[in-house]
């Protein structure tokens, strides 16, 4: 039997997938561009990564992970040198297809689940509507 509330609580998994894909894609364009993506860009990615796995959220839901995956983007990019950020970003935009192995990647999916738990705890994110 279904949990009656269990429509109430986002999906941890696709929502930090979702931030993982934005940081893979903010640094994408760091690196490759030298720009950084906009909080309003990144909630419109993040509305297509999001109807891909079939999931619809509110504009505020959407830019509470686009802040999100600027956090982790952020701290990857200041704690990384030009080298290793294009290595390490290499290694996320490839692990977007997820039939690629990459040493890296878990630990930053990790943290995009950490800082989504985070969020739902001190409830930074949207409770959705009802």
Known sequence: MADPDSSEMPDV???AAAIFALVA???SMFYEHDYWMTQAQA???CSEWLMRSKLNMSLKARKCLADLSDEVAAQIRDSLSREAGLFTTHELMESLDERYISEVSPAIMDECVRVFRE??????FPAPPG
């Open 25 to 27: 894609h903010r640094l």
């Open 43 to 45: 909630a419109a990615m």
């Open 119 to 124: 969020a739902l705890q001190t409830g930074d």
């Open 13 to 15: 998994g696709k929502c």
